[in-house]
T-cell receptor, first 119, second 114 residues
Framework: AQKITQTQPGMFVQEKEAVTLDCTYD???????LFWYKQPSSGEMIFLIY??????QNATEGRYSLNFQKARKSANLVISASQLGDSAMYFC????????????????FGAGTQVVVTP | DAGVIQSPRHEVTEMGQEVTLRCKPI?????LFWYRQTMMRGLELLIYFNNNVPIDDSGMPEDRFSAKMPNASFSTLKIQPSEPRDSAVYFC????????????FGDGTRLSIL
């Protein structure tokens, strides 16, 4: 079953506008972490922001913020004041508490949302 | 700080040839991951290691694929024999342990099998 769902395959946003990228997740664990990555056309995967399931506040990093709604199991990424350089694919990912202590690392990724920022 | 280093950046080879992709993780990171990315299948986890030991190789597509991590600073992903459907971007990533630790990705190897 899909653990991470990103329902928007692509979207356009105008420069200087804010954009919200949807991410819903599926887990029965009370403890988990949520990550967002950016992949520009050059191909590298860039870590943007992290939200822990027990964090009281929504995470923020510069122009990136997370709209974390735990009861709805959603962790939407908000990019404020979009710039042309924000055009990229954006991936949501989740890490659950592993069964064994040597399995902490694994992330499960969504399919991604392609964002195009227009002048 | 040096990031995850992958080589080569690009590889073009003929079907049937052996392909070896290399990765140097970030020093001190306990976990190393190999991913494959294609338009059709997205980002797939192939295998990952903890302290040089393979933990989960359930994503390795078939016996033609193998991965090793002989020490904490080096890993290889080998395809033998290669096939055109193996064409993809292969990423290596590393991270410390812990629920809040992001994976740090290399720049990827773009592999084309003719």
């Amino acid at each position: 079953a899909q653990k991470i769902t990103q329902t928007q395959p692509g979207m356009f946003v105008q420069e200087k506008e804010a954009v919200t990228l949807d991410c819903t997740y599926d887990t029965s664990d009370p403890s988990y972490g949520l990550f967002w990555y950016k992949q520009p056309s050059s191909g590298e995967m860039i870590f943007l922001i992290y939200q822990g399931s027990y964090d009281q506040q929504n995470a923020t990093e510069g122009r990136y913020s997370l709209n974390f709604q735990k009861a709805r199991k959603s962790a939407n990424l908000v990019i404020s004041a979009s710039q042309l350089g924000d055009s990229a694919m954006y991936f949501c990912a989740m890490r659950e508490v592993p069964i064994s202590t040597d399995s902490w690392g694994k992330l499960q990724f969504g399919a991604g949302t392609q964002v195009v920022v227009t002048p | 700080d040096a990031g995850v280093i992958q080589s080569p950046r690009h590889e073009v080879t003929e079907m049937g040839q052996e392909v070896t992709l290399r990765c140097k993780p970030i020093s001190g990171h306990d976990y190393l991951f190999w991913y494959r990315q294609t338009m059709m299948r997205g980002l797939e986890l192939l295998i990952y290691f903890n302290n040089n030991v393979p933990i989960d190789d359930s994503g390795m597509p078939e016996d033609r694929f193998s991965a090793k991590m002989p020490n904490a600073s080096f890993s290889t992903l080998k395809i033998q024999p290669s096939e055109p459907r193996d064409s993809a971007v292969y990423f290596c990533a590393s991270s410390p342990g812990g629920i809040n630790q992001p994976q740090h990705f290399g720049d990827g190897t773009r592999l084309s099998i003719l």
